[in-house]
Structures are given as C-alpha cells and as structure tokens.
Antibody, heavy 125, light 109 residues
Framework: QVQLQQSGPGLVKPSQTLSLTCAIS??????????WNWLRQSPSRGLEWLGR?????????DYAVSMKGRITINPDTSKNQFSLQLSSVTPEDTAVYYC???????????????WGKGTTVTVSS | QSALTQPRSVSGSPGQSVTISCTGT?????????VSWYQHHPDKAPKLMIY???KRPSGVPDRFSGSKSGNTASLTISGLQAEDEADYYC?????????FGTGTKVTVL
C-alpha cells in the first residue's frame, strides 16, 4: 500500500521560501510509472495543481504557469522522497499543501490516486 | 490556463440525484479523455472518485458516475447519502499540466 508522509513548517514569513517534503513508502520516487505532484487548497482558490516531477531516463519537472519562476520540485532518491520549494511567498500562498501520486506522460494514468494528509502553511510575519 | 468552471453549490434530499457540471475548453476537457473527480471533506485529503471521465476506482460506490460531452464533463451522484456532503472538484489533464475546477459544495438537505 502506497503512503505519502508530509513534513515541513506550518509558518513562513513573507518573502521567504516555503519548503515541504513528501516521503514515499510502498513505491519509488524513481519509478518509471509514477509522477510526484504538489497541490494546494485554499478557500479563495480551491484546489490548485502546482507541479510534478518524474523520472523517464532522466528527471523532469512540469509546473503550473502561475507558479513558474517561484517553484521547484526536486526528488531525493537517497531518502525516497520529493520536495517543494516556493520562493517569495506572500499571504496569498497560505493554504493546505498536499503531495500526491499520478502517472508520468504517455502512461495513460492521468489522475491523482494517492494523497498525503496535507500540511497547513500560513504565510505571516 | 484558467480554472474549469463548476457551479458553486448543488443540493438534494437523501435518495435524490444531483449532477455537477465542469466546463473547460478544447485545450483541456474537450481535448482529452482524462477528466477526474475528487471528493474533499474538511480536514481530510481529497479522494479520487472518478478517473478517465467515467471509470470508478475500486471501493467507490456505483452511485457515482461520470460523463463528458464536448468541453463539459459531469459527475452524477445517484441515491444521495448524508456522507456525500462534501466539496467536489473536477480535474483535466491539459498536456503536461493539470487544471482543476472551481469546486462545488454538495449539500444533503
């Protein structure tokens, strides 16, 4: 059974970088048949996909247009986990952040079937 | 990429049916048969209810069904039950990115 365990601070100051980690059990971050996503949910914006990383002979990252320039999603194969870094945060980045598994491109698996429990992140001074 | 359009809320009595629409464009909903639906209860992780427009994951009741016509996808909940009260989000693959809907609150009267 695949499980995702999230960790990271719940409070970040404006202009700083938000960093979260998602540890994977029951699957591999390097799997050729999975992609590893970050999403967030807030009352004002609903559920929003932020980006993903996946491995197909090399590492790839795809990001939401609204996040480009501020977001990085990196794998950590030594710890079987992946991370989210969101820079220059503002109070509008306050949300519950989720990690989730989907499929990589061309794998006919375009949905999020396993989710982490969520991390509430507040951006405030 | 703009969010997919969903009604803000729908409601029904126990046993009734409700349908939630999800309208996008030819670049997302209309261009791919990769629409999924997620149920979200407060303080819980979203749960996959429908994938590939109309397929149900194991364990999801057959009261939940999905369909698509053109740029609009729909989720129907038949035989509404109290535990179905939640927020529902549609999602479409759009070529290397995912686009979510604005979300619909389902209220069981």
């Amino acid at each position: 059974q695949v499980q995702l365990q999230q960790s990271g601070p719940g409070l970040v100051k404006p202009s700083q970088t938000l960093s979260l980690t998602c540890a994977i059990s029951g699957d591999s971050v390097s799997s050729n048949s999975a992609a590893w996503n970050w999403l967030r949910q807030s009352p004002s914006r609903g559920l929003e996909w932020l980006g993903r990383t996946y491995y197909r002979s090399k590492w790839y990252g795809d990001y939401a247009v609204s996040m480009k320039g501020r977001i990085t999603i990196n794998p950590d194969t030594s710890k079987n986990q992946f991370s989210l870094q969101l820079s220059s945060v503002t109070p509008e980045d306050t949300a519950v952040y989720y990690c989730a598994r989907s499929g990589p491109p061309y794998y006919d698996y375009y949905y999020m079937d396993v989710w982490g429990k969520g991390t509430t992140v507040t951006v405030s001074s | 990429q703009s969010a997919l359009t969903q009604p803000r809320s729908v409601s029904g009595s126990p046993g009734q049916s409700v349908t939630i629409s999800c309208t996008g464009t030819s670049s997302d909903v209309g261009g791919y048969n990769y629409v999924s639906w997620y149920q979200h209860h407060p303080d819980k992780a979203p749960k996959l209810m429908i994938y590939d427009v109309s397929k149900r994951p194991s364990g999801v009741p057959d009261r939940f069904s999905g369909s698509k016509s053109g740029n609009t996808a729909s989720l129907t909940i038949s035989g509404l039950q109290a535990e179905d009260e939640a927020d529902y989000y549609c999602c479409s693959y759009a070529g290397r990115i995912y686009v979510f809907g604005t979300g619909t609150k389902v209220t069981v009267l």
